[in-house]
């Protein structure tokens, strides 16, 4: 049995705000710079994350996978490139080439890597979900896996704070409007940020599709929030991803929250729909950036 013990990382970013969460026009020059990466790669360590002016990204990570009974380390660098798509949000797209480490090159991987998300509106973070589709190359022959995972950036130097403090931790959420039923687990974070995942309500074999996003939360106890996913099968429009807003209420104890939610999908290039509902959340542990492999 293959055990894919690897929860890659990559970069992607869209249009968001930390603080408002008020639409940003994002562009490719507000990434140049050194960034920090988190996400939940258990037993990964990746480099400064080092993006231009244009968008052009270096890095690289080193990680375990397992094939048949043995466990490798690969060290992977990876190129890649931003660039801003028409309404505003941005696409990532690179390649990873590595080897394992003590396999004497007998071992190989490449990754093809995309992925999308949101930048916050002082430009010092991003955060968004990726996909990764992974070709292991062996004397037996080639192994191909795939994974998604949220994952933050944070410029390097840069100091977040913790504008969420008052609901970092794990909460269950479920959302629902026409069409639509989803539940899933969120990690909010004490710097804003929040991350999980979510499948069709009930499902018990549905894949889990990651989210990744930002919130805010006012001394009223009013909620913000932006999150964006992988891509997911909806009514008429078919596999997209999307960006999801909401806004709701937080209650006294600060351990459940409801509102309303909205999204607007493209169908064609002359037709858009728009999706909406209601959403429930509710306070299932206290939790940080170090919960994060709950979501494993």
């Avoid at 055990?3 to 968001?16: D, E, H, S, T, Y």
């Avoid at 050194?34 to 360590?45: H, K, S, V």
């Avoid at 190989?108 to 973070?125: E, F, H, P, R």
């Avoid at 999980?196 to 909620?223: D, H, I, V, W």
Wanted: glycine content about 12%; overall charge negative; hydrophobic content about 40%.
């Amino acid at each position: 049995m293959y055990l894919n013990k690897r929860n890659a990382f990559l970069m992607m970013v869209c249009a968001g705000i930390l603080i408002s969460l008020s639409p940003v026009w994002a562009q490719v020059d507000q990434l140049e710079g050194d960034w920090n990466l988190e996400t939940d790669i258990e037993g990964g360590e990746q480099s400064i994350v080092t993006i231009s002016n244009n968008g052009n990204t270096v890095f690289s990570e080193t990680y375990p996978y397992i094939i048949g009974e043995t466990e490798y380390i690969f060290d992977v660098g990876h190129t890649g490139k931003f660039t801003a798509l028409a309404d505003g949000q941005l696409l990532y797209t690179g390649v990873g080439n590595g080897t394992a480490l003590d396999a004497d090159g007998a071992i190989s991987v490449k990754l093809v890597v995309t992925g999308s998300g949101m930048i916050s509106d002082d430009a010092n973070m991003v955060v968004g979900v990726w996909k990764n589709l992974e070709t292991y190359t062996t004397p037996d022959g080639n192994i191909s896996d795939s994974d998604g995972k949220s994952f933050i950036l944070t410029r390097d130097g840069f100091d977040p704070g913790t504008p969420g403090a008052a609901l970092a931790g794990v909460w269950e959420i479920t959302l629902t409007g026409a069409n639509i039923d989803w539940t899933g687990e969120v990690t909010m974070n004490p710097d804003g940020t929040l991350m999980g995942n979510y499948a069709p309500t009930g499902s018990s074999n549905a894949q889990m599709l990651a989210l990744a996003g930002l919130f805010s939360y006012s001394q009223q106890k009013e909620f913000d929030f932006t999150y964006t996913t992988e891509p997911v099968e909806l009514p008429i429009v078919g596999e997209t991803t999307f960006t999801l807003s909401g806004t709701g209420q937080g209650n006294d104890d600060n351990t459940h929250i409801a509102g309303t939610w909205e999204f607007t999908v493209d169908v064609s290039n002359l037709v858009s729909k728009t999706f909406s509902g209601t959403y429930e959340m509710t306070k299932l542990a206290d939790a940080g950036l170090d919960n994060w492999a709950l979501f494993e």
